[in-house]
C-alpha cells in the first residue's frame, strides 16, 4: 500500500542519478547566508534563516523524488492558484509591513507568495514551450507574454517591483531554450523597454522613491541627498572597506553601525563584502558561478523537453537573481530591492529556491522514457 | 540549435560575474587605499549644525523672547539606568534623585516606543535604533560652572555629557506671558503627533532631511505665539557631510554642508505701552477696595486693522520665574492665573448686548430711532414679570442705550423676534470664532431665542449667551468702522535673520451690511453712555471721548456680576476698541469696570490721539 503510494508520488526513480552538487551548493551558500544574517542582523535570525534550510532540504528531496512529468499538464492550474493567492493578498488576510501588502500571516512566519509565483511561472511557460516545435509566429507568444504580464503586474501592485522584475528572465529564459526566434525576443525587449517608459511616464504606476532610485543611480549628483543616493553610497563604502582581507566576520564598521539599510535581506552582499573581503567573497561569488553552471549541465543534458525547460528556468532565474543583487550591491544597476538567493534571509524566497532546485534534480532523476534518445531540436 | 542556446546562456552568465569579480576587485584593491575610510565610515565627519530659535517682540522691538547660549547635561542611554550618574548630578546641580530618576525613566520610555514603532513597521526583532547610541539631555540649562567641570574631568564622570545648547530668555517675562507662550521638550502626545505627520527625524535618515523635522529630545512651542507660529520660529537645522561619490570609473571625495537656517523673529501687534498700562490698570484696580477687582481681563484692538494692541489679564505671571511658582499658581484655581481671559474666558454680557438688540431693531425695521417706550421699572410679558433698574419714563432709543434702559429693550427685541436677536449677535462674530491666531480660542455662544421669556433675557444679555472679551471689543471695531468685522490677530510681520520680512499680516475681514442711520443711532447713544446722564458717567471719562456701553451680569448662582465696559474712542474718528470686564464682583459696569478703562487710557491716551 505504501509503496503503491511511494511509486504513484515518485514514478520510477532513480537514486543514482541524484546529482549531489546541486544541494551541496546550495546548502554551502544558505550557510554563509546565516553567517552574514547572524551579523548583520542577529542570532535568532540567523537560527531562523538555518531552519529554514531543513525544511527547505526536505522539500528538496521530496521535489527531487517527485516525478516532476506529472506535472505536466496541471502546471497552469497551479499558475492560476497562484494568481489568485495573490489577488487575496487584497482580502483581509493580507498582512501590510513598509507599506507594502506582500504577505499572508499563518502564524510561525509570514508567506511571501510572489516567491512561489517565480517557480510556478517557470512551470507554467516550460509546459507550454515543450509541447510545440516552432516559435516563428509572434501570436504563439501572446499566452505566454499573458500570464507573465498577469504575474508582474499583481507583483508590481503590492508593490515589489523588484520580485515583479524577476519574472522577467523567467520569461526570457524559458522563451529562449524553447527556441523562440531570436528576432522575436529582441522585440520583446524593446517591447518591455518601452513600457517601463510608459510606465516611467503614466501617473501613479511607479512610486516616487522608485523614480528616485532610477533617477540616482542614473545621475547621482541630480539628488545626492536623497534616501536612494545614500543608500547607495553606505553600500559601495562598506564594499570599498572591505578590502583584500575583509574586515572580519562581525567586525564591519558600517554593518555595526547600520549605515547599510535592509542589510540582512537587499543588501547581504554589501556586508559579506565588508566582512569578508575579496578574497572570499570572490570565492563565494565563485561558488555560485559553479551551481549556475552544474544547473547549464542539468539543462543540457537533459533531452526530454518539459524538464530541460524547467531546468533552464530555475537557471536562469537564480543566475539572474543573483546577479543582479550584486550588481546592485557593487553600483552597476539602480537599487530594486531584491534579495541574494539562499544567502539573503527570507523563507519564502529559500523554500522557493529549494524547490527548485528540486525539481531540477527530479528531472534528472526521472528520465526513463527519453533516456538515451539523441533526437534534438 | 536549443544545445546551442544553453551554452550561450551560461556562457553569458559566466562573462557576467567575470564583470561583477573584476567590478569587486576594482573596489577593494584599487579604491581601498586612496582614502582614510574611517573618516567616512565614523560619524565625525557628518554632523547636524544647531539653529537658533527666532525670538517673539512687541510691535515695535520689545523683546519678549529670544534664545541665548545655554548648556545641558546630557547621559548617553546606556547609562540612564545606572545610578552613579545620578548620583553625580545631583549633586552638581542640585535636582533631586527622584527627579533625574523619573526623567531617565521617561527618555527610557519614549526610546523604547521608537524601537517597537521600528520593529512593527520592519517586521524585524530586537533592533538596536540610533537614539540608543545618543546622549540624552536630563538637565538643561545648567550653570557655566558645571559644565567646565564636567568637561575638563570627563572621566570623572562616565556617561555624562555636557551638550552646547540655548534657553528661552524673557526680557520681559510679565508683560504678555499668556500671548508669548512656552516651549517645552516633546512630550509623548507630541512626538506621536509628530510622528503621524511624518515629521520626524531618526538616525537612520540621511542628515541632509532634517531641516525643520523633530528629534526626540528637540523642543517645541506648546501654547501662546510660540506654538501658533512654531514653524517659523524654529528654523532649520543644517549639516556638514563628508563622503564618497563611487562612480564606475572614478570615485570622488564630495563634501557638503547645508548652513543652517536660524529661526525667524516674530513681531507682534502687541505694543509695549498699550499692554504695560492695561496691565497696570488690572494691577492697580485690584488694589481698590472700591473696584472690588480680582480678576479680568482688558482688550484693545485697532478698529482699523483688527490688530489686538493691548490683551492684558489678570492675575498673571511672569515666564521668568513661574516655574519656581508653578505649584502655587496651579492651587488658585478659582482665579486660573493660567487662563489667558481675553480669548478664554467666555461670560455673560449683560447690557453690552443691548448694541446689538438696537442694531437688530433698528435693521428689522421693529423700531426707529424715533421709537419710544414707556418704562414703569416693571413691565408684564405673558405673566411673567421683569425689572428695569430704574423708572425711566417714555424714553427714545439714544436715551434707552445712554440710561440703559431694560424695558426699551424687550419691547425691542420682541418686536424684532428672537432669531433676529440670535442672528445679529453672530454676525457682530459673538459666540463664533473670531479667527484669532491664538491656540485654543473659547468660542462662547448666542443662544437660539424662541419662548418670549428666552428673547427677553437675550435682548439685555443675560441668560445662556457667552462672548469673550476679545469677541465684544472686537465687535465694538466692527460698529466704530461701520461695519467690518475683522480677524483679530497678534502677528504682525516676521523677518528672517537678515531682517527681510517672510511673512506679513494682511488685514482680513467681512462685511457686515449696516445702515448709515442705524449707525449713527447706536454709536450717538454709546457716546451719551460716557457723558452726563449714562451709565458710565462716574468713570471720568469724558476727556478720551469714549463711546461705550456698560454691562452687568448677574450670576444667580454666586449673587456676584461680571461688570463690563466696552466700545470705541475717539468717537469723532475711532481708532481703538475696547473690552473691560471684571469677573465676579460685586459692583456694576459703570462703576466697577468703566474705571479700570480710565485708569489705562490716562497712561496711552497721547498716543492713542497720535495713532496714524
Ligand atoms: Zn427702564
Known sequence: MLRKLLKSFAGDVSWRRMPWPLPLLALALTLIGAAFIWSSHSEALALKHCIFALIGIVVFALAAIFDYRRLSGVTFLLYLLGILTLAGLWSPLGVTRNYARRWYDVGFFLVQPSEPMKLLLALALADYFRSQRRWQRLRDLVYPITITGAGMFLIVIEPDFGTALMLAPVFFGVAFLGGVRMRNLVLLVVLGVALLCAAWFTPGVMRPYQKARLISFINPEANPESSAAYNAEQAMLAVCAGGVKGQGWGRGVLNRLGRVPERHTDFIFPVIAEEWGLVRTGGMMLLQTFLIFYLGLLTLRNREPFGRLVAGGVLSLFGFQTFLHIAIGLGFAPITGLTLPLASYGGSSLLTTYAGFGLVASTRMHRDIVFSDATTG | ?612
Open chain 2, 1 to 612: 540549435m536549443l544545445s546551442r542556446r544553453v551554452y550561450i546562456l551560461v556562457g553569458l552568465f559566466g562573462l557576467a560575474f567575470l564583470v561583477l569579480l573584476g567590478r569587486l576587485a576594482q573596489v577593494q584593491i584599487l579604491w581601498h587605499d586612496r582614502f582614510d575610510l574611517s573618516r567616512y565610515t565614523r560619524a565625525s565627519g557628518n554632523h547636524l549644525v544647531e539653529t537658533v530659535r527666532g525670538g517673539i517682540y512687541t510691535r515695535w522691538g520689545t523683546p519678549l523672547a529670544r534664545q541665548v547660549p545655554a548648556f545641558d547635561l546630557a547621559v548617553s542611554y546606556d547609562d540612564l539606568p545606572k545610578d552613579e550618574w545620578k548620583e553625580q548630578v545631583s549633586r552638581l546641580c542640585g535636582v533631586p534623585r527622584e527627579k533625574l530618576e523619573e526623567k531617565a525613566q521617561r527618555i527610557i520610555r519614549r526610546v523604547e516606543r521608537i524601537r517597537r514603532a521600528v520593529e512593527k513597521r520592519t517586521g524585524m526583532e530586537r533592533v538596536r535604533v540610533v537614539e540608543q547610541n545618543q546622549a540624552h539631555p536630563v538637565v538643561r540649562d545648567v550653570p557655566p560652572e558645571v559644565a567646565a567641570a564636567v568637561r575638563a574631568a570627563p572621566e570623572a564622570f562616565p556617561g555624562i555629557v555636557i551638550h552646547e545648547g540655548a534657553r528661552r530668555e524673557y526680557p520681559n517675562g510679565a508683560l504678555a506671558p499668556h500671548v508669548v507662550g512656552g516651549v517645552n521638550d516633546l512630550n509623548p502626545e507630541q512626538w506621536k503627533k509628530v510622528c503621524r505627520e511624518g515629521r520626524q527625524w531618526t538616525g537612520g535618515m540621511p542628515l541632509s532631511q532634517i531641516g525643520a523635522r523633530y528629534k526626540m529630545d528637540d523642543r517645541i512651542g506648546s501654547s501662546g505665539m510660540e506654538k501658533e507660529y512654531e514653524d517659523l520660529l524654529r528654523g532649520r537645522r543644517g549639516y556638514v557631510r563628508n563622503y564618497l561619490a563611487f562612480g564606475l570609473l572614478k570615485v570622488e571625495k564630495v563634501s557638503r554642508e547645508a548652513p543652517p537656517e536660524p529661526g525667524c523673529d516674530v513681531y507682534l501687534t502687541l505694543r509695549e505701552d498699550f499692554q504695560r498700562a492695561a496691565n497696570e490698570a488690572l494691577q492697580r484696580a485690584s488694589g481698590m477696595p472700591q473696584l472690588d477687582f480680582d480678576r479680568g481681563a482688558l482688550v484693545i484692538v485697532d478698529v482699523r486693522s483688527g490688530a489686538v494692541l493691548a490683551a492684558a489679564t489678570f492675575p498673571s505671571y511672569d515666564l521668568s520665574t513661574y516655574r519656581e511658582r508653578l505649584d502655587e499658581i496651579a492651587k488658585d484655581k478659582e482665579r486660573a492665573p493660567f487662563l489667558f481671559r481675553p480669548v478664554q474666558a467666555a461670560l455673560p454680557t449683560g447690557s453690552v448686548y443691548k448694541v446689538i438688540t438696537a442694531i437688530a431693531g433698528l435693521e428689522e425695521g421693529a423700531i426707529t430711532p424715533a421709537t419710544t417706550f414707556t418704562c414703569h421699572r416693571r413691565e408684564v410679558f405673558e405673566g411673567r414679570a421683569f425689572h428695569c433698574t430704574g423708572s425711566h419714563g417714555t424714553l427714545a432709543l439714544l436715551e434707552a442705550i445712554e440710561r440703559s434702559c431694560n424695558i426699551y429693550f424687550y419691547h425691542t427685541a420682541l418686536a424684532a423676534g428672537g432669531p433676529a436677536l440670535t442672528r445679529w449677535g453672530r454676525r457682530f462674530g459673538l459666540g463664533m470664532p473670531t479667527g484669532v491666531d491664538f491656540p485654543f480660542e473659547t468660542t462662547g455662544r448666542v443662544p437660539e431665542a424662541h419662548a418670549t421669556f428666552q428673547v427677553i433675557n437675550l435682548a439685555i444679555g443675560q441668560g445662556k449667551l457667552l462672548c469673550t472679551p476679545l469677541q465684544v471689543a472686537n465687535m465694538m471695531a466692527a460698529v466704530a468702522n461701520g461695519g467690518r468685522l475683522y480677524r483679530p490677530h497678534f502677528f504682525h510681520h516676521a523677518s528672517n535673520s537678515e531682517g527681510e520680512i517672510v511673512r506679513e499680516q494682511r488685514p482680513q475681514f467681512k462685511r457686515i451690511a449696516l445702515h448709515e442711520t442705524t449707525l449713527s443711532a447706536v454709536r450717538e447713544g454709546m457716546r451719551l453712555v460716557a457723558q452726563k446722564r449714562g451709565t458710565a458717567r462716574h468713570a471720568d471719562l469724558e476727556r478720551f471721548r469714549v463711546a461705550g456701553k456698560t454691562g452687568t451680569a448677574e450670576q444667580e448662582a454666586s449673587g456676584l456680576n461680571h461688570a463690563w465696559f466696552a466700545g470705541y474712542a475717539p468717537y469723532e474718528n475711532p481708532k481703538i476698541a475696547f473690552a473691560v470686564v471684571s469677573e465676579s464682583t460685586t459692583g456694576h459696569g459703570g462703576s466697577h469696570a468703566a474705571p479700570i478703562l480710565g485708569m489705562a487710557l490716562e497712561r496711552i491716551w497721547d498716543e492713542v490721539e497720535r495713532m496714524q
